[in-house]
C-alpha cells in the first residue's frame, strides 16, 4: 500500500531563516501534491498544489518542489516568522478524483 | 462566504452508544469527504461523495460506521455502538470549482471521545 513519509520529529528554526519539510512516498507517483497548514484545533487549510508533471510552484514565501524520481516533496518557506509555526500536512492525490491521502505531518516551531 | 461547518464541536459519549455527526459544505460544492484524525497522526480516509454518483466507502473501518449524503448538500456521519478505539477528531471537506479545483475546504472538526 502507499505509504507517505513526513519527519515525525518537531522541527524548530529562528525566525528569518528558511523552514525546509520533507515529504517522501513509496510506490506509485501521485497525479499531484498537495500542502496543507494546520493550527491545533482547526481543520488543515490548503497552501500549495503542485502536478507530476511540474518540478516547482512559489507562492510568496513558499515554495513547493515534486521530484518523481526521489519520491519526494520538499516545502520551503523563506523568511520564517513565528506565525508561520503550525503543523504542515502533505497529501497525495491517486486515480481519477481527489481522493487524498495524508502524511502524519510534521510540526514547525519558528522561535524569535 | 460561509465555509465548511461541523456540529457538534465537542461530542463525549458512552462506550456503545450511537453518535451522529453532520457536515454542512460550502454552498455549491459537489464533493465531500470525512476523515478520521487521531491523536497526533494524519488524516484517515473514511468516505467520500460525488454528486448523485455511488460513495466510495473504502475507508470506512467497520460496518457500525455509515455514511449519507442528500444531494449537495448536508452529510451525517454515524458511528453505532461506538468503541474507545473511535475517539478522535472527524473531519470533514468540501471541493468545488474554485481555485484550481482539486484544493479541499476543511471545517473546524468534531472531537469525539468515547468513554
Known amino acids: 500500500s502507499q505509504k507517505i513519509e513526513q519527519n515525525s520529529e518537531a522541527l524548530n528554526i529562528q525566525e528569518g531563516k528558511t523552514a525546509t519539510l520533507t515529504c517522501n512516498y513509496t510506490n506509485y507517483s501521485p497525479a499531484y501534491l498537495q500542502w496543507y497548514r494546520q493550527d491545533p484545533g482547526r481543520g488543515p487549510v490548503f497552501l500549495l498544489l503542485?502536478?507530476?508533471?511540474?518540478k516547482e510552484k512559489r507562492k510568496e514565501r513558499l515554495k513547493v518542489t515534486f521530484d518523481t524520481t526521489l519520491k519526494q516533496s520538499l516545502f520551503h518557506i523563506t523568511a520564517s516568522q513565528p506565525a508561520d509555526s503550525a503543523t504542515y500536512l502533505c497529501a497525495l492525490a491517486f486515480g481519477g478524483y481527489n481522493k487524498l491521502i495524508f502524511g502524519a505531518g510534521t510540526r514547525l516551531a519558528v522561535h524569535p | 462566504g460561509a465555509g465548511v461547518s461541523q456540529s457538534p464541536s465537542n461530542k463525549v459519549t458512552e462506550k456503545g452508544k450511537d453518535v451522529e455527526l453532520r457536515c454542512d459544505p460550502i454552498?455549491?460544492?459537489?464533493?465531500l469527504y470525512w476523515y478520521r484524525q487521531r491523536l497526533g497522526q494524519g488524516l484517515e480516509f473514511l468516505i467520500y461523495?460525488?454528486?448523485?454518483?455511488?460513495?466510495?466507502k473504502s475507508g470506512l473501518p467497520s460496518d457500525r460506521f455509515s455514511a449519507e449524503r442528500t444531494g449537495e448538500s448536508v452529510s451525517t456521519l454515524t458511528i453505532q455502538r461506538t468503541q474507545q478505539e473511535d475517539s478522535a477528531v472527524y473531519l470533514c471537506?468540501?471541493?468545488?470549482?474554485?481555485?484550481?479545483?482539486?484544493?479541499?475546504?476543511f471545517g473546524p472538526g468534531t472531537r469525539l471521545t468515547v468513554l
Open positions: 471537506a468540501s471541493t468545488g470549482t474554485s481555485g484550481s479545483g482539486f484544493e479541499q475546504f
Open positions: 461523495f460525488q454528486g448523485n454518483s455511488a460513495p466510495d
Open positions: 454552498s455549491g460544492h459537489t464533493a
Open positions: 503542485i502536478r507530476e508533471n511540474e
